[in-house]
């Protein structure tokens, strides 16, 4: 799947105007901000045609590596003229253009001992989110660190320790409620992931770099079981919450580049932040071929590497069914294609040999109930119960306990239906009980008596009897 971006609008307006303000440099050799052999460097790459920039490097290739990484015999630029804002700025939109128009000042500097240096300090240049400094300078690494990630042989230690200072900056401009800081944080997330350590260290962070991204998607689905939406984002109309869909794309396209580490993400997305039942809605809602393709590219990547523990629930908040109505549509795209049959083929194969159980279990697994046939069924659980407590060394069970110590103040009935099946599992197997009582299942259900909703306090009362039903004739 190729991808093409175009540069984010805010950072390419604010180096348009960084390009266009003049410089007094004699005044700053003068003062001692800059040397005479930096400007001289500076002035016959500066506004002068790309050709000529490239042949002028190219002659003097170490000489522009020493300007922008420093040498053992003098300071880079960027550290000489620290205490001129408007120099540094000037400096970091040229020192971009220049690794951009001259790949191969970019390989060289990758060379250098200690390339990032001078940049790295400068994302903590101030706290100010629209300070151009860091903005600037976040930029220019994205593209130089970007550039060490696909040449190096082997993970480098300069990458490892600059990256999770980058993410930590980006990270913060993905969480503004600015579109222009929000694109600029995701484009460069996106420019990073190319390389599997990159992939690792974004989900080492993921509490700062994953959570934002889903943050947003959570909002472009829409208020959640009936929840109202108090996001606020000074965002372009489009989905649910205000997400542009701009920014939907590039946010679905980080998350499809994490997703190519799908044994290792893909539980957790799962765990954390329910990724599949996210994704079978955004599909739904999915307004162009281009979201639809990454959505699918996504779930196909997660759910082929999970196929235990995400399959059941897919099938659960019936993509199956959505994915049968995606192929009834007139879509032309080839791997949008390619992978809706894939996820057909796997999903089909997996329900043709579920059963009764399966479904009980990949309700649970979702992290949400309903009233579902077997909850109710006398003879499922006659079958099952001692299954449901022993299969996967209690899986079960621990996550029933999970759902039912949430509130859910919105979908009552996510509680009534725990307490029932808390119940069944106790007049079932009663001497299992203390399995139950370990999870905190007993002291929940009891707590559930005096909920406010009817049917909750119903349930809760039917459990605890079972419980003390045993414990007398015990």
Known sequence: MSVTLEPPTYLSSLQNNIRARPIPWEGAVRAGSITDEHLRKIKAVDKVRKEQRRQTIEADIEGYVHLLAGSTGGKSVLDAAARRSDIVQYILVLAADLINDVPVLASSLVAHPNPYQPFLPLLQHSTNPEDPIPLLTAAFLTGLVSQSLVTASKPAPRDDDALPRLYTYLAALTKNSDSGLQDIGVQGFSTLLRTRRARELFWAQRQETVEALVEILQAAAGPKDGASSSTSRAVEPGLAGGVGLQLLYR???????LSFEGRLVGDCLQEDYEIVQLYTQLLRLSPKEKTTRLLLATLNNLLSANRMTLLPVAVFVRLPALL??????????????????????MLDEYTKTQTTFDEYAAEVQSGHLRWSPPHRDTAFWKENARRILEDASGALPKKLAEIIAKPWDTDKQVLAIACNDVGQLVKEVPERRAQLEKLGLKTRVMELMADQDEAVRWESLKAVGEWLRYTFEG
């Open 251 to 257: 946010v679905l396209l980080v998350i499809w580049q």
């Open 324 to 345: 049968a109505n995606l192929a009834g549509r007139h879509l032309t795209d080839p791997d949008l294609l390619e992978d809706l049959q894939a996820l057909t083929a």
